[in-house]
């Protein structure tokens, strides 16, 4: 069964930095890229980032360019999404989750971790 886990969220100050995690199980590295979506409240989930260590490439929203990198550690299976410069509007619930590509194909969602970005 696919399984993840995001945390990491919380308060943090316009310019400031924070690291998401993602843990997993129920698959490998090998199986799945892992992507990151946010999403504010009446909107649509948007893809932030993905990582596919399938073929070593990550994949960034032009919005985050610069400001955001994600990262593996295969070893705990796990995806991290640091974020710095961090603006009001990058305030949502971010999401990771199981993709048969960064380009689409949801295998499976974890639950959100609000990250608010406020003085």
């Known amino acids: 069964e696919v399984q993840l886990q995001a945390s990491g969220g919380g308060l943090v100050q316009p310019g400031g930095s924070l690291t998401l995690s993602c843990a997993f199980s129920g698959f490998t590295f090998d199986d799945y890229a892992i992507g990151w979506f946010r999403q504010v409240p009446g909107e649509g989930r948007e893809g932030v980032s993905c990582?596919?260590?399938?073929?070593?490439?990550?994949y960034y929203d032009d919005s985050v360019k610069g400001r955001f990198t994600v990262t593996s550690d295969n070893a705990k299976n796990t995806v991290y999404q640091h974020m710095s410069s961090l603006k009001p509007e990058d305030t949502a619930v971010y999401y990771c989750?199981?993709?048969?590509?960064?380009?689409?194909?949801?295998?499976?969602w974890g639950q959100g971790t609000q990250v608010t970005v406020s003085s």
């Open positions: 989750a199981a993709l048969v590509a960064c380009s689409g194909g949801v295998e499976g």
């Open positions: 990582i596919d260590n399938r073929d070593g490439q990550t």
